[in-house]
């Protein structure tokens, strides 16, 4: 018998798999890169989320950190920082005639702060409204009572951080302007009034364009620390000192005159205006 036998070799065109092999081989391909496809877009997905940066951004952290998701926030993080300081840089010299102020009430404590910006826009953005709210929140851990100048507030390194990250999200100049905290000592209250005030996102915290803070001692009528507080912001800034002002809610009284009928003291108060 004669065997017939055909040699050849594997080259470009000349071996072809049976159907159901390239079929088996097709199925699991498409399921390998999808699976990759997946994991990719979640990374991706996860870094935007974590970073708000474009998603052609994330692609060009992963591609400079050979896809590692760590690396690549930091790469990101870094490269945002950067953009930012230049970006506040650029800005520092524009007028900020707009802003905010904020007050944060606490059993123990009242805080107020203003931070000025370019536009109206901006201040009423929910951004900004936090970066109000997280630099007042701050001041009990810097220490002191009293008036306090935006400057130090600039100096704090992680409150300077936000503030550069809020410049650059915004586009536009932020400064911290004039800050107030008073930790209350046994005895003493407080009242608040907020002018033109927004809805707020946070507990303990309002903000608007003036508001005002009044220290008592011995004082628990709420309504009239907050109607004295109003008085304060109703009032423009005089020559004439707060005792001696007629009371905006009865003219036929002046400030001393409530001390007086109501047996209290008032210890300080505070304005801020943007």
Same mark, same amino acid.
């Given at each position: 018998?004669?065997?017939?036998?055909?040699?050849?070799?594997?080259?470009?065109? @000349?071996?072809?798999?049976?159907?159901?092999?390239?079929?088996?081989?097709?199925?699991?391909?498409?399921?390998?890169?999808?699976?990759?496809?997946?994991?990719?877009?979640?990374?991706?997905?996860?870094?935007?989320?974590?970073?708000?940066?474009?998603?052609?951004?994330?692609?060009?952290?992963?591609?400079?950190?050979?896809?590692?998701?760590?690396?690549?926030?930091?790469?990101?993080?870094?490269?945002?920082?950067?953009?930012?300081? *230049?970006?506040?840089?650029?800005? *520092?010299?524009?007028?900020?005639?707009?802003?905010?102020?904020?007050?944060?009430?606490?059993?123990?404590?009242?805080?107020? !702060?203003?931070?000025?910006?370019?536009?109206?826009?901006?201040?009423?953005?929910?951004?900004?409204?936090?970066?109000?709210?997280?630099?007042?929140?701050?001041?009990?851990?810097?220490? !002191?009572?009293?008036?306090?100048?935006?400057?130090?507030?600039?100096? @704090?390194?992680?409150?300077?951080?936000?503030?550069?990250?809020?410049? !650059? !999200?915004?586009?536009?100049?932020?400064?911290?302007?004039?800050?107030?905290?008073?930790?209350?000592?046994?005895?003493?209250?407080?009242?608040?009034?907020?002018?033109?005030?927004?809805?707020?996102?946070?507990? @303990?915290?309002?903000?608007?364009?003036?508001?005002?803070?009044?220290?008592?001692? @011995?004082?628990?009528?709420?309504?009239?620390?907050?109607?004295?507080?109003?008085?304060?912001?109703?009032?423009?800034?005089?020559?004439?000192?707060?005792?001696?002002?007629?009371?905006?809610?009865?003219? *036929?009284?002046?400030?001393?005159?409530?001390?007086?009928?109501?047996?209290?003291?008032?210890?300080?108060?505070?304005?801020?205006?943007?």
């Amino acid at each position: 018998a004669v065997v017939s036998t055909q040699s050849g070799h594997y080259g470009r065109g @000349n071996c072809k798999l049976p159907d159901m092999f390239t079929s088996i081989l097709s199925t699991q391909c498409l399921r390998h890169f999808s699976a990759q496809s997946t994991a990719g877009k979640e990374v991706i997905k996860s870094l935007r989320a974590d970073t708000g940066l474009p998603f052609v951004r994330i692609k060009e952290a992963l591609l400079a950190t050979d896809n590692d998701p760590a690396k690549a926030k930091q790469w990101l993080l870094q490269k945002a920082e950067e953009q930012n300081w *230049s970006k506040a840089q650029k800005l *520092s010299t524009r007028e900020t005639n707009q802003g905010l102020v904020g007050v944060i009430s606490e059993p123990t404590s009242i805080s107020l !702060g203003s931070v000025l910006c370019e536009t109206d826009f901006v201040a009423s953005n929910k951004e900004f409204v936090k970066f109000l709210y997280q630099s007042i929140a701050e001041l009990p851990k810097l220490g !002191g009572s009293g008036l306090i100048e935006g400057s130090k507030i600039i100096n @704090n390194k992680d409150l300077n951080s936000l503030l550069i990250k809020s410049i !650059g !999200g915004l586009g536009e100049n932020i400064q911290p302007h004039r800050y107030y905290h008073h930790n209350l000592l046994k005895g003493q209250t407080f009242g608040t009034y907020v002018h033109g005030k927004l809805d707020s996102p946070f507990d @303990n915290f309002q903000a608007g364009k003036i508001a005002s803070a009044v220290i008592f001692h @011995n004082l628990s009528d709420v309504y009239l620390q907050n109607c004295i507080a109003q008085h304060i912001v109703g009032t423009l800034p005089c020559d004439t000192p707060l005792l001696q002002q007629e009371f905006l809610h009865d003219d *036929s009284l002046i400030i001393q005159d409530l001390c007086k009928q109501h047996s209290f003291e008032i210890v300080d108060f505070c304005r801020l205006s943007f």
